[in-house]
Nanobody, 123 residues
Framework: QVQLVESGGGLVQAGGSLRLSCEAS????????MGWYRQAPGKQRDLVAT???????NYADSVKGRFTISRDNAKNTVYLQMNSLKPEDTAVYSC?????????????????WGQGTQVTVSS
């Protein structure tokens, strides 16, 4: 199985910065895409950013130029640097990993999710 643990959320004033981290662990064989999603109260979960193993990135239009996704493949860790934060960025941020892992003696590929970390931006 694969476990994802996020850290780095918190409360920050508008215009401030936060850095989120998400480390994957377990019987991992390889990780393809890693990414971040967010869900605000009463809203659907939306894509924030993704990154491939080769470093290709994709961002939601709402965060382009403010957020930067990166990863350390040796540590199975993905990061989200968030600058110029706005109140509308307030949400629970969850990481996801498209991973191939050993499960019950078999190789399987699945999407694995972290538990989420709260980011609150005050105006």
């Amino acid at each position: 199985q694969v476990q994802l643990v996020e850290s780095g959320g918190g409360l920050v004033q508008a215009g401030g910065s936060l850095r989120l981290s998400c480390e994957a662990s377990g019987n991992i064989i390889s990780i393809n895409i890693m990414g971040w999603y967010r869900q605000a109260p009463g809203k659907q979960r939306d894509l924030v950013a993704t990154i491939t193993g080769g470093g290709s990135t994709n961002y939601a239009d709402s965060v382009k130029g403010r957020f930067t996704i990166s990863r350390d493949n040796a540590k199975n860790t993905v990061y989200l640097q968030m600058n110029s934060l706005k109140p509308e960025d307030t949400a629970v941020y969850s990481c996801v990993a498209d991973a191939t892992a050993m499960k019950d003696g078999l190789v399987s590929r699945n999407d694995y999710w972290g538990q989420g970390t709260q980011v609150t931006v005050s105006s």
